[in-house]
C-alpha cells in the first residue's frame, strides 16, 4: 500500500469508531424503544438508523445498498421498520441519539474549540466527496447539517464512512464477488472469524455454496482459507476501496490532515474504551 493510502485508510480507522458508536450505544437503544422498535436485538434499530436518509427504503435498495446482509434477514426488518416510525422521526431521533452519546462518551471535547475544529476539518473532507453512484453517502450528503460541532462530526463521518462502502461495493463487484462470496473471501483472509460474519443472516448452505463457487475460482482451498490467488484479490478490493475513498481526504491537505489525526487521538481513544463496540467485527480493521 501506498504512503498515501496508507493514509486514507488511517482516516478510516479513525473515524470508523465515531460513526459505529451509534449502533451500539444504550442512548439509542432507548431512542429506538421510544419510537417502537425492539431492542432485544440491535438490528430492528440498526436497519432504522442507516436506512432512513433513503426514505422509506424497500427491500431491493436495503440489499442493494447494505450488500452484506442477505436478503432473507433484510426481509426480516424492512419495509416492517417504516410502520413503526417515519424515515423522518427516525432521523430526528437519530440525530437525539447522536448528541446524547457523545455527550456521554465525549463530555471532555463536547463544547471544546478542538472539536469544533474536528467537525470543521471532517466536513469539509466530506463536502468534498464526490457521492454520483453512491446511494448512502449522497442519502446522508444531502440532510441538512446540524448546528452543534459534535453532531457536525457525526454527520460528516457518516458521509465519508457510506461514500467509503458505497466505493466497497463496487469495488466487490468488479472484483466478480457476489455479497455472501464477499464475506467468505474476506473470513477466508483472517479479516475476522465465520462465526462473526454469521450476523449477516447467511444460511450454512449459501456459506458452503459460496465456498465452493469460490475453491472452483481457485481463490480458497478446501478448509476455507484463502489461497494466494484468493489473497491477491483481496488485496486488490482492498486498495481500489482505498483508491475510491481518497478523494475527500486531498481537500484538507496534508498539513490538514495530520492536524485531524492529532485531534481525533483523544475521542478514538474514548470511544474505545467504553468497551461498546465489538472487538472483531465483520470490517476486518487491522486485520485487511
Not at 452519546?101 to 478542538?114: F, I
Amino acid at each position: 500500500m501506498s504512503g498515501e493510502l496508507g493514509r486514507v485508510r488511517q482516516m478510516w480507522h479513525l473515524l470508523e469508531p465515531l460513526h459505529a458508536v451509534l449502533y451500539y450505544a444504550p442512548e439509542a437503544r432507548e431512542e429506538a424503544a421510544a419510537l417502537g422498535y425492539a431492542v432485544d436485538e440491535r438490528w430492528p434499530g440498526y436497519f432504522a438508523w442507516r436506512a432512513a436518509p433513503l426514505g422509506e427504503a424497500g427491500e431491493a435498495q436495503v440489499v442493494d445498498t447494505f450488500h452484506s446482509f442477505s436478503p432473507a434477514m433484510v426481509r426480516e426488518y424492512v419495509p416492517a421498520v417504516w410502520s413503526v416510525a417515519t424515515p423522518e422521526a427516525v432521523l430526528a431521533a437519530r440525530t437525539r441519539a447522536v448528541d446524547r452519546t457523545y455527550r456521554g462518551l465525549l463530555a471532555e471535547w463536547t463544547d471544546g474549540p478542538e472539536l469544533a475544529e474536528i467537525a470543521t476539518l471532517v466536513r469539509r473532507a466530506a463536502e468534498a466527496a464526490d457521492v454520483t453512484g453512491r446511494p448512502l453517502a449522497a442519502a446522508n450528503a444531502a440532510l441538512p447539517w446540524p448546528d452543534a460541532p459534535h453532531l457536525v462530526l457525526w454527520q460528516a463521518a457518516t458521509v465519508l464512512r457510506e461514500h467509503r462502502g458505497d466505493g466497497h461495493v463496487a469495488a466487490l463487484a468488479a472484483a466478480d464477488l457476489d455479497p455472501v462470496e464477499s464475506l467468505v473471501s474476506f473470513a477466508g483472509i483472517g479479516a475476522a472469524r465465520p462465526e462473526v460474519f454469521e450476523s449477516r443472516g447467511w444460511s450454512a448452505d449459501a456459506w458452503t455454496a459460496a465456498r465452493q463457487r469460490l475453491g472452483e475460482r481457485g481463490l480458497l482451498r478446501s478448509d476455507g482459507l484463502a489461497t494466494e490467488a484468493g489473497r491477491v484479490l483481496r488485496a486488490e478490493v482492498e486498495l481500489r476501496t482505498d483508491q475510491e475513498a481518497a478523494g475527500p481526504w486531498a481537500a484538507l491537505g496534508e498539513d490538514g490532515r495530520l492536524r485531524l489525526v492529532e485531534l481525533l487521538g483523544p475521542l478514538w481513544v474514548a470511544v474505545l474504551g467504553a468497551g461498546l463496540l465489538p472487538s472483531e467485527t465483520t470490517l476486518g480493521i487491522g486485520k485487511a
